[in-house]
């Protein structure tokens, strides 16, 4: 197995994994993985079963609901995809077409990621990712201040119809079970132990600010981050895996021609944990 840089630390691939892996190599994947939040995977060889078994020793798997867009007999695997059978959906069409980084509507957001090309477009419909890291460093001491200490609202409720304009409006359920949360904009990786900006496309206020600059501030960090000296634009190849660290990253998949090209993906989603403030006392940190 090789480790290669493709854009900075921030994304490297990874060429030569056969899965299973043992344990030492395994190892130098998680370190990987700490150091390059985007770790591209190339020409992955890997059954529905080896997917979810390799993503489980990061952590434990979220099962994402409702269960209408998972592989059939595998509900840890989320397909992301256009195509259809028999007049069935056989995934989620136009799934993340804006920035987000996934689970942050949640209390717990996902921490990370790992999607893997079945069937592509022969254009369009890559991946961009937008570095949390680097744009957390590049902010101006007068936005840092603004946002020490400081959490945004993402609401699923505000937004859905804004970023979901194709699919039913929330139900009162769905609505009780999503309610708004809050997250730290200066958010403190549990692992690396560096900070990044934390934001996506579902934030719509900051705590302690009057509604119309809070709004504001959200739009314009928004922006900022996804500048394009933090993007890494990911032209997917067949097999390509891309395993990605939601607590630092975020993402956007890009528009394709979905009326005449197939674009079929599978991904697996790890549990994560409650965002944990950067300004507050530092936790020992865990090596992985
Ligand atoms: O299809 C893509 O490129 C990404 C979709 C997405 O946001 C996700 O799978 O989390
Ligand atoms: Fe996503």
């Not at 600010?209 to 709004?215: L, S």
């Not at 928004?222 to 032209?235: D, G, I, K, N």
């Amino acid at each position: 197995m090789v480790v290669r840089p493709l854009q900075g630390e921030f994304a490297a691939e990874v060429i030569g994994l056969r899965l299973p892996v043992d344990d030492a190599t395994f190892r130098d994947v998680e370190l990987a993985w700490l150091r390059h939040p985007i770790l591209v995977f190339r020409d992955l060889q890997m059954t529905p079963q080896q997917h979810i078994a390799f993503t489980r020793r990061f952590g434990p798997l979220h099962i994402m609901e409702p269960l209408q867009y998972n592989l059939p007999g595998y509900p840890e695997i989320f397909v992301v995809s256009n195509v259809e059978e028999g007049g069935k959906a056989l995934g989620m069409k136009r799934a993340g077409w804006g920035w987000h980084t996934d689970g942050e509507d949640k209390a717990i957001p996902n921490a990370g990621s790992m999607l893997y090309a079945l069937e592509l477009p022969p254009e369009g419909g890559d991946t961009l990712y937008a570095d949390g890291y680097a744009a957390y460093e590049a902010l101006s001491a007068d936005v840092k201040d603004k946002i020490r200490g400081r959490r945004a609202c993402f609401s699923r409720i505000k937004l859905h119809h804004v970023h979901y304009p194709h699919l039913p409006a929330l139900t009162e359920e769905d609505k009780r079970k999503r309610p708004d949360v809050w997250h730290p904009l200066e958010r403190r990786h549990p692992k690396s132990g560096r900070t990044a900006l934390y934001i996506g496309r579902w934030a719509c206020a900051i705590e302690g600010m009057p509604e119309d600059e809070g709004a504001q501030l959200v739009r314009w960090l928004q922006e900022f981050s996804v500048r394009p000296e933090f993007v890494y634009r990911h032209r997917w190849r067949l097999h390509d895996a891309v395993l990605w660290d939601n607590r630092c990253a975020q993402h956007c998949a890009t528009p394709f021609d979905d009326a005449k090209y197939r674009r079929h993906m599978l991904r697996t989603t790890l549990e994560g944990d409650a965002p944990m403030m950067a300004t507050s006392p530092a936790r020992s940190l865990a090596s992985p």
